[in-house]
């Protein structure tokens, strides 16, 4: 038992020390941050208004809400959100996306109603018990456990943000979770069906299941979870545009383009060229999309406290 605990604790420290910089266990955000809003979109919004909509017939005033935002990034939601609640926090750990953060708050009018919070979801979060009337968490999980390509047996970070989510959310409180099952991530973009099905593949052992995350929040003591597949592509209309794939600040709102060799990564993308050149890549993309526009590129995870 003794031994167990120290290997326990070493993984805290990998875990620990990979994210000290960007807060993703194998991604560094830095550069990312600076476009990333622009090959991102807030899919899955309407299921959060849905949401939000429901919990106004328990006693709650949506104009009043405080919502949480883990790992908020560039502020998709954050911004989104803050346009329609009371407030947001948005809770994350890397600098430039904080900084990207308060810039489209700004431009948008609703840095009045966003509060930001440096930190790892690693840790307790530093919230008091029932603070937030929502908690909600976008495209991180696959994020939280994966060393070396490889996520520890059981999502134990997954477990633990879970747990940290229903203690801060109030009773009747909701939470929504988007993420990326492994299938979607595999069959759900046109390009991981195709020229880079390899490294799509591998990338999904850093993702837990959906029975995974459904068995996490059941045992923090979520209630009435239900599983959702969003069917608006993360990055909108231009994920089917196959000249989208050749552009490099297009790959880098995609954390799997930075697992990905060179020089495979270069031949996936000559594939591509020469589809455009020779005007097949219309039915290309059209052909490797239709499971993706039938099952989603992501889920939301819902539940009530």
């Not at 968490?137 to 994020?143: I, L, R």
Request: proline share 4%; charged share 25%; with cysteine.
């Amino acid at each position: 038992l003794k031994l167990q605990f120290l290997y326990f604790i070493g993984f805290i420290y990998l875990l620990f020390t990979a994210t000290m910089s960007s807060g993703s266990t194998f991604y560094c955000y830095d550069e990312p941050s600076k476009v990333y809003s622009k090959t991102r979109k807030a899919v899955g919004s309407d299921l959060i208004l849905e949401k939000l909509a429901a919990m106004e017939t328990d006693g709650f005033k949506v104009k009043d809400m405080v919502v949480l935002d883990g790992g908020a990034g560039t502020g998709n939601y954050t911004t989104w959100l803050a346009g329609v609640v009371g407030k947001v926090v948005a809770f994350e750990f890397n600098k430039g996306m904080i900084s990207m953060l308060l810039e489209r708050a700004a431009e948008m009018g609703v840095r009045d109603k966003i509060e930001v919070v440096q930190g790892s979801l690693f840790e307790k979060l530093p919230f008091e018990d029932n603070t937030f009337d929502m908690v909600i968490m976008n495209q991180v999980v696959h994020h939280l456990d994966a060393i070396d390509g490889t996520a520890r047996e059981g999502f134990p970070m997954n477990k633990h943000v879970s747990e940290e989510y229903y203690r801060v959310l109030k009773p009747n409180g909701h939470a929504c979770v988007n993420f990326t099952t492994p299938r979607q991530n595999v069959e759900g973009w046109w390009w991981s069906a195709s020229v880079l099905r390899r490294p799509a593949t591998e990338f999904t052992k850093r993702m837990p299941c959906d029975k995974t995350l459904h068995n996490h929040y059941s045992s923090a003591g979520f209630k009435e979870i239900k599983l959702v597949p969003i069917l608006e592509p993360l990055q909108g209309p231009s994920h089917y545009q196959a000249t989208a794939l050749l552009d490099p600040l297009f790959r880098n709102g995609d954390s799997l383009f930075g697992t990905i060799p060179e020089d495979e990564l270069n031949e996936a993308l000559d594939v591509v060229q020469k589809l455009i050149d020779d005007k097949k890549d219309e039915m290309f993309v059209e052909k490797h999309s239709k499971w993706g526009k039938e099952n989603g590129q992501s889920t939301t995870l819902v539940g009530r406290k």
